[in-house]
């Protein structure tokens, strides 16, 4: 069997697992804070709140940015469902704007398009856009920046593919375009802490409020203090927060982890050349990367070219041990969202087409040789689909 993605756990990982959990703090200890720190220089944000996975990290941004009930928030058709929910969590309304094929990204054109159909029809338009960078290539940033100042926006990255990718020369997560990005510590994701996630940001006071609603709501601080300071045995709920909390042995994990992103991206990147060079020629229309970005690769997606031969191929590279995914349906035709009644799919004919065609092959920081081989072999055999183009 070869997965479509697999983390990879070496022996110093373990060692910071063992050495954290015979230390004195199992959780609240201080590898969180230097998990955090670590992961500020790698980002090049100056502030870093980690918490236990990357769906409390987006809950605890649309809080930050002040999402409540009646508000409106927009995200990429074509993502985890995390990414939606954590406006419902907030009891915001959720609106979706359709994709690039090319990069399966929020469509800068589509975004534009939907704003200006706001202005024209008097509409309400979205507080916060919460920009998914898909399969580990960044978002065109920079013009969801100015759209976003144009027409009043706050902007999120879920960066939950993309920890380690770069866009415009700097690492994803610098917040020169967003307010907060947030990013995914689970098993697949770039690296991991088993569960786990952060929410990354260059604002003091969102900083300050991310820590705050990571916990209970509470604040220890002397100076923060609504009533009086009594003594030290003092703390104070100040508002409805949650425990988001991560533990001090996973942040020695993610610490651990983290120091080995760069070869891990690398490794990724080598993955995808293998495949651009091997699987050139079959019929695939494989992924690119814009000259201004580079990927973190979380995932490779092939389009194929209709929707019966994506069937066919699932079935057969499944039959063959190979792991392949499709990411993902769109939010908007889960269920839960779709028996709203307000989506429909005529309105997001791209994020259909990519739904339609796309496949994630395997790729992974120790794929073999041998491994790829097998994937390209299944991808090309009779019995799958070639026959069918
Ligand atoms: C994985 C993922 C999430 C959720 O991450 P968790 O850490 O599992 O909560 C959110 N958004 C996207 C795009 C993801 O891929």
Known sequence: ????????????DLEAVRSALVSEFVTQGPRVASFESEL???VRAHHVIAVNSATSALHLACLALGVVEGDLVWTSAISFVASANAARYCGADVDFVDIDLASSNISIAALK??????????????KVLIAVHMAGQSADM???????????????????HALGAEYKGSPVGSCEYSDITVFSFHAVKMITTGEGGACVTNSPILAARLQQLRSHG??????????????GWYYEQQELGFNYRITDFQAALGESQLSKLGSFVQKRNEVAHWYWKNLDGLGFKLPTVEADRTSSFHLFVVLLPNSSSRKAAFESMRAQGILVNVHYLPIYRHPYYSRMGKYSPADFPMAEEYY???LSIPIFPDITEAEL???????????GFQNLF
């Open 1 to 12: 069997m070869i997965p479509y993605g697999r983390q990879r756990i070496d022996a110093s």
């Open 40 to 42: 500020s220089k790698a």
């Open 113 to 126: 398009e939907k704003l200006i159909r706001c202005d024209q029809k008097g509409l309400k338009k979205p």
């Open 142 to 160: 920079s013009e969801i920046f100015e759209l976003s100042k144009e027409h009043g926006f706050r902007v999120i990255e879920d960066a939950s």
């Open 218 to 231: 509470i604040t220890r601080d002397p100076a923060e203090m609504n009533e009086p300071y009594p003594g």
């Open 356 to 358: 339609n065609r796309c």
């Open 373 to 383: 081989g097998s994937v390209k072999s299944a991808l090309s055999t009779k019995i």
